[in-house]
């Protein structure tokens, strides 16, 4: 009975002999989001149980090398991702601002998640090269159930803290960047279309993330969601995500931002008048639908005229007439990416770096780069 | 303004005082108004091609429809006003006391007064037939003056005022959504009217109010022309470069 200690220690010695030493649990818990993979299906993949896959994304333990080798092979990554390298920052799902929230599945909003992290990861890693835009968005004290006038004026308030002078904001997707926001496209190979814009300002590396639709092909639809998003990180900080009063309230944001009540009423026709419309929306560069919804909201249309314009707008679907473009682009993560090239440090030797397969850093650096970027560079 | 009778107008006013002691005159104004509106909003002639005449036969017939559903509502007030609806040959007929009010739409989607002259009741047997009552005509035959053709005079004064019951209430709308209402009284013979008077007109509160429906055309340039926030990304300065 003396030695069972020791037969104990012998036996736990054995089984981790075999563990690899070199591992990162969260880049695990990315990688299988990823590859859009539950947790129990990774398990049957790798011949485990679900909450062996568990304790090793939350470090619990470690996988053995056979194990990994076949979570390499399941969620397609070399082995060397799951090693320790670059910090890949958390985004909880329960801060993350989804516009689909119930039309989605969770696994692909999981998966949308874990790109938005690979995106602040490839950019932290690209910021110990580069200088990128501080955060710096402004503050606003909004009580915790703000009525509809309060936040009009917290929109107002936002508009000028960011620098925007009256009339149309000219780029939002460009003034959320200016202000430290990594804004990102999702990819539209591998992900779910129903995966629409979302946001979250609470993420572990500081820095505020909006992630937006690649499907939205339609300027005014893009900048109507990023002024969504940032609706959601100026007044959303620490609000459980996902309910249909924090979607309104930043949809309400949005429309003030993009058109505040005292500059547009008056432009606003008072009968369904498209010709007027669509003035206003090559003007304001926001969709008919949004024009219209503002015009009912504020009154100027009538509730069997706000009908009528819907059934039309309706019929007409999508994308609605009068295109302005294609969407607002980011522009930041991939301008950096070509400094840090311009200084000879290649994508592939950051790749090396950060443990991460060079296809995906070129996935990421994408989703943040315009195809026409016009940014100051610095040198 | 036209001249009107001053006989006929006195009982006309008489007619609409009654009329407005059954608020009639008020039921008519708001179903009006509020039938009219949408009307005119959705009247769009340059896009749709839309017609004065076709906006007022829909018009036509949601008046009578509104109207139609407040009588048949379950609470509604009209019949301890003697006020009664009736819609014979599908036309609007509305029964206040012993007066009969004919409802009609005056040509045009504009403001203005109706041009009375213009109207003409052979057209509608409903509208002829409330003429000829007004003139007495279906109550005693006209009396034989000799030397006289029968239709060789206007409608003799017998020193007795006629019994004049049957009213026609005429309306028009703008684009914009605003109305107006008056009451006639038709008789036979030139003019087509024997007196007419307003019951209402809408104006617009004032001039600011009235330009607040013009939607005004935005200043400044555009979002696509203004400039775009400036995004500054630079490399980070290494070791030693400070000091070059």
Redesign the interface.
């Known amino acids: 009975m003396s030695d069972q200690p020791t037969r104990v220690a012998a036996a736990s010695r054995r089984r981790s002999s075999g563990r690899v030493e070199d591992f990162d649990c969260r880049r695990l818990a990315v990688a299988r989001r990823l590859a859009c993979m539950s947790r129990a299906e990774l398990a049957r993949h790798i011949e485990v149980t679900p909450a062996a896959v568990t304790q090793y994304e939350h470090g619990l333990t470690r996988p053995t090398t056979t194990a990994l080798a076949r979570i390499s092979f399941a969620l397609g990554m070399p082995r060397e991702f799951f090693c320790r390298g670059l910090n890949i920052p958390e985004v909880r799902s329960s801060t993350a601002h989804f516009r689909s929230l119930r039309t989605t599945p969770a696994n692909r909003r999981a998966q949308a998640l874990a790109f938005g992290e690979l995106a602040l990861a490839v950019l932290d890693l690209i910021e ?6 501080p955060v710096r968005l402004p503050t606003l004290d909004l009580s915790a159930q703000p009525s509809q006038a309060e936040i009009g004026d917290a929109a107002g308030r936002a508009r000028k803290a960011l ?1 925007v ?7 939002v997707v ?2 959320l ?2 202000h430290g926001v990594l804004v990102v496209r999702l990819p539209a190979d591998g992900f779910d279309p129903r995966v629409d814009a979302f946001s979250s300002s609470e993420t572990a590396s500081g820095r505020p993330l909006v992630l937006m639709s690649p499907l939205k092909d339609d300027k005014a639809r893009s ?1 109507f969601d990023a002024s969504h998003e940032l609706g959601h990180l100026l007044m959303h900080t620490g609000v459980e995500a996902g309910s249909r009063i924090v979607e309104s309230q930043a949809m309400s944001f949005a429309a003030e931002f993009l058109m505040p009540r005292a500059e ?1 009423e ?11 419309f669509h ?2 929306k ?4 926001v969709s008919l639908r949004a024009l219209v919804y503002r015009a009912h909201k504020l009154g100027r249309l ?1 509730d ?2 706000y009908g ?1 314009a819907n059934r039309q707008l309706k019929q007409w679907g999508y994308p609605e007439p009068g295109p ?1 473009g294609p969407p607002e682009q980011p ?2 993560l991939g ?2 990416a070509e ?2 090239e ?2 000879g440090a290649g994508l592939s030797t950051l790749a090396e770096a950060a443990r991460i397969p060079l296809g995906t850093l070129h996935a990421v650096v994408a989703a943040g780069r315009s195809d026409r970027p ?6 | 303004m036209s001249e009107w009778d001053v006989t006929a107008l006195a009982a006309l006013h008489d007619c609409k005082q009654e009329l407005e002691d059954r608020e009639v005159v008020r039921w008519l104004r708001d179903t009006t108004r509020a039938m009219w ?2 009307n ?3 009247y ?1 002639p340059s ?1 749709l091609f839309d017609t004065p005449r076709g906006v007022a036969g829909l018009a036509w017939e949601n008046l009578r429809e509104r109207m139609l559903a407040e009588y048949r509502a379950a609470y509604h007030p009209w019949r301890t006003r003697g006020v009664r609806l009736t819609v014979p040959h599908g036309s609007l007929l509305i029964h206040a006391g012993d007066l009969a009010v004919h409802v009609i739409k005056a040509p045009g989607v504009r403001l203005r007064e109706p041009e009375w002259n213009r109207f003409i009741w052979d057209t509608s047997a409903a509208r002829h037939t409330a003429a000829i009552r007004n003139a007495g005509m279906d109550a005693l035959p006209l009396p034989e003056i000799e030397g006289q053709l029968a239709f060789d005079f206007e409608i003799p004064w017998s020193g007795v005022c006629p019994t004049w019951r049957e009213l026609f209430f005429v309306w028009v709308g703008d684009a ?2 605003l109305t107006a209402g008056w009451l006639g009284l038709p008789g036979l013979g030139r003019p087509r009217w024997l007196a007419v008077t307003s019951l209402w007109r809408d104006e617009a509160a004032g001039v600011d109010d009235g330009a ?2 013009v ?10 022309e ?11 300065r290494q070791p030693g470069e400070a000091a070059r």
């Open positions: 110990r090269y580069v200088d990128l835009p620098g002078d009256s009339g149309p904001v000219p780029h460009r003034l960047e200016a900048r547009i008056d432009n606003l026709p008072t009968r369904v008048d498209w010709e007027t003035a206003l090559r003007h304001w560069g009538s069997p005229s009528r302005l522009s930041v301008a950096a400094l840090v311009l200084r016009r940014l100051t560079i610095g040198v | 509106r949408p005119a909003e959705r769009q896009h914009t959504g607040r429906d939607p005004r055309i935005p200043s400044g340039p555009p979002f696509s203004r400039d775009a926030p400036e995004v500054t990304v630079s490399l980070k």
